[in-house]
């Protein structure tokens, strides 16, 4: 069964902590795992979609990594506004038409 | 381009009520979805439509309906609300070109049924 598990919970940083967010996998063949932003009240926003174990992208203070079992996004120096809810999701390429979400992490970034 | 718009925002349902959620996107994408999502537990996917006139069950279908007679619109409709359907739903969509498959989210509709 396709599954799709996000660690931690809840993360509290403080203003230029880095550290990162993980998102381990299983399914039947990936077709692409994503990684969105959502804040409070508002829906999913997309950030990345990685393809294959070794991709990276980057975009400001983010980064996202993908191994053939999980993935990292990595917050570099992060801000208060970067606070908000990371979803990561998989889609198999059994059935293209189904994205898999995880539960999020929380993040939290006091100044 | 408005993206993708969900109506209403708000709503308050008594038990056994029904109602339509309506999903309308401007972006021409083929595929839409319905997800509820609950504290705790992620975004479910509840249908899903691969193009006009299509719908097929996704994770949590029992206790909902979908309609897509018009490419742009979605409709997710509820016969006989119940409390358990409580919930914040989010309509998506997505236009699948070779890799590449962004879900575009809308803003959310709350709902409680009492």
């Known amino acids: 069964e396709d599954q799709v598990t996000q660690s931690p919970e809840a993360l509290r940083l403080q203003e230029g ?3 990162s967010l993980n998102c381990s996998y299983t399914v039947s063949g990936l077709r692409g795992l994503f990684w969105y932003r959502q804040d409070p009240g508002k829906g999913p926003e997309f950030l990345f979609t990685l393809y294959s174990a070794g991709e990276e ?5 983010l980064k996202a990594t993908l191994t053939k079992k999980e993935s990292f996004l ?6 208060p506004e970067d606070s ?7 889609q198999a390429r059994s059935s293209a038409s189904k994205i898999i979400f995880g539960s999020g992490t929380r993040l939290s970034i006091r100044p | 381009n408005a993206g993708v718009t969900q109506t209403p925002k708000f709503r308050v349902l008594k038990t056994g009520q029904s109602m339509t959620l309506l999903c ?3 972006m021409n994408h083929e595929y839409m979805y319905w997800y509820r999502q609950d504290p705790g537990m992620g975004l479910r996917l509840i249908h899903y439509s691969v193009g006009e006139g299509t719908t097929a069950k996704g994770e949590v279908p029992d206790g909902y309906n979908v309609s897509r007679l018009k490419k742009q619109n979605f409709l997710l409709g509820l016969e006989s609300a119940a409390p358990s359907q ?4 989010f309509c998506a969509s997505t236009e699948l070109q070779g890799w590449s498959d962004t879900q575009y989210f809308g803003p959310g509709t709350r709902l409680t049924v009492l």
């Not at chain 1, 992208?57 to 203070?61: D, L």
């Open chain 1, 17 to 19: 902590e880095s550290s």
């Open chain 2, 86 to 89: 409580t919930s914040v739903y």
């Open chain 1, 74 to 79: 990595h917050i570099t120096a992060p801000k």
């Open chain 1, 57 to 61: 992208k980057e975009k400001e203070r």
């Open chain 1, 84 to 90: 908000a809810t990371y979803l990561c999701a998989v």
């Open chain 2, 24 to 26: 309308a996107q401007d």
